[in-house]
């Protein structure tokens, strides 16, 4: 169980804008675990399977073309990992596993219509394992989901894992499409840990920087540095029902993507286009900020903030944040030692860990699941 | 390895007419494997859930509603272990693992348009896992696609593991949907076994009763025995360009299903009702006959024929294949010991448990593949 194993992990989120792929070392178990990073790298979906992607996410595509895109994205997340093997001159047969989030193209933890609570990730296991010749752990979501939890967030079980300190309590936060934070008390017991998400992350800022000035994201925070605030905008974004509801609690596309930011771009469309942007990237720092005063800050004392994810680069976001917590230091995961910009796709390393030990990895306080349950399918090659 | 297990197996097959569940002691692996059953059951599917089965079929849902049918199926799927385990008072979670394959709703093993070679079968494993709180083994037809395989058919390695005999060389077949055989050599080796698809197994002769006699089959055969032959669409079934394809060769609802029956009917919508039903009887037979004498008895001499599945009921069938091979003895797989009924989901069990210890259970022969490899992603509940 301490021997040391080089792995890797993909990773491919809600926002669309790339798929992490990182290999590492990995050894031992649950708080045991240690895992060092040896590479990372972003790859680009091509244009053609992220239109089919957008089409699976927006719900227009029919059995056909899931099963087809089901093993697209499978041989597209092998591909990256052959690509970054190569680069490292090693083997992706060297790898003793794969563990792959897959890209979920639906989640619904409630039921909706005659539909029944699920999670869809696309992007076969077996499909990665078969092109890799490594055994790949998948599938993480459901297993939770089934335990009447929400299948999400599942990464609070890896900050709990990896970013704890019985000098220290922290709040581990990462900001991706949308924003979770994961509450780690320095006693290091696992039944206080608790976490949610806060709501957008970038989703919202960069769905309009795209609209607005054509480019993927706001570079470093600049374009929302020079705005100014368009405060009923401001007030209409702090007074989503989501900001305020009691954790657990977990969004997505579905509340703060692009049909909800597009309304109220549309409203405000008679702004200058870094006044919305200001405003966005203000918003979305607030609606952090009120949950992490409102659902820890209530009942606990808090010494670090540790920030992970793209919302690291917007130095806007950091310095907005840190100014409204000026009792906590805030810190990105880099300066403890886990790469800020691969942590998930490490954290799926971890949780795929877990699942070949056949040990748990969900996170009951932060998923609202009755039990711990082992997650994940295994699709072995030998 | 020689540890006796306590399994079951769950086989929903393509002509959607329910549910086997089987539940069996299975010890070894590969040609050292022993299986025995001690209880198995067909449930229906409830109606609602059918029709949502057969929208997914012909293509007829989105993403949200595969989403949710991979999840209603799966727990579907649990609730009928659950129940048979209750009758033969045990508790699912004794079970040492469950192994189900799945409803096929997409299986082309071809590119087509813009969509990639897949499979794709729901009722997720993890769900399963998490109600039975069993270890289950799922979606095994991926890995043998992605080594260039059809993915099907899998069964041949389970007639080669349980049916090959020192003393006869025998032919193992399937009448579901549709039919297929494999061939068993008595010198026992895995390279002389090959194996596929005949054509139409109970899947023609089943829409038609339906359609005219509004019953699911034709009990013992007893309509098409009374019926006469209509010589050209006796003939135009035998022209099929499936039948005289050279194997590896597998085929479904595409090629035989209710699309290419209904014409057929409506070509011949004057004749009697029974005529009709004879003629697919014998058309389906004599598909049968062709493909083993132009693939089988044109190389080998055979001694036995093994029969299971749905179509060792047809008296009428089983009567017709004997008479055209007076000199192979024809058999029902229950006479040596395998129950027909459930022969398929006991097959199942045992490509289970060769995932579970890590070993590979395609048969590059019947398949297409260009190497052995482990099939099946396994969710673990411990």
Redesign the interface.
Known sequence: MNQSKLACGIMSGTSLDGIDVVIATISGTGLTTKIEMIAGKTFDYPPMLLEKVKL??T??????????L???LG?LYASCVISLCKELKLSPSSLNFIASHGQT??H?SKI?D???????QLG????I???TETTVV??FR??DM??GGQGAPLVPYVDYLLLSSSDKSRIAQNIGGISNITYLPKTKNEHDVYAFDTGPGNMMINYAMEKLYNKPYDDCGQIAKKGQLILPLYDEIMQHPFVHQMPPKSCGREQFGGAYTQTLMTKYKNHAPEDIIHTLTVATASTMISNIKQFILNKHEIDELIISGGGVHNQFLMNFIQKSLPDIKVLSSDDVGLSSDYKEALAFIVLGNQ?LF??TANLPSATGAKKH??L???????
């Open positions: 699976a996410v719900d227009q595509l029919t059995v056909k073309d899931v099963s087809s089901h093993f697209e041989r193209v639906y619904q909706e005659t539909r029944l609570p699920s999670t869809l076969s296991g077996s499909v394992a078969g092109l998948s599938d459901i297993a089934i335990q699942t056949q040990q349950v082992v994940g399918t295994v699709s072995y090659f030998t």
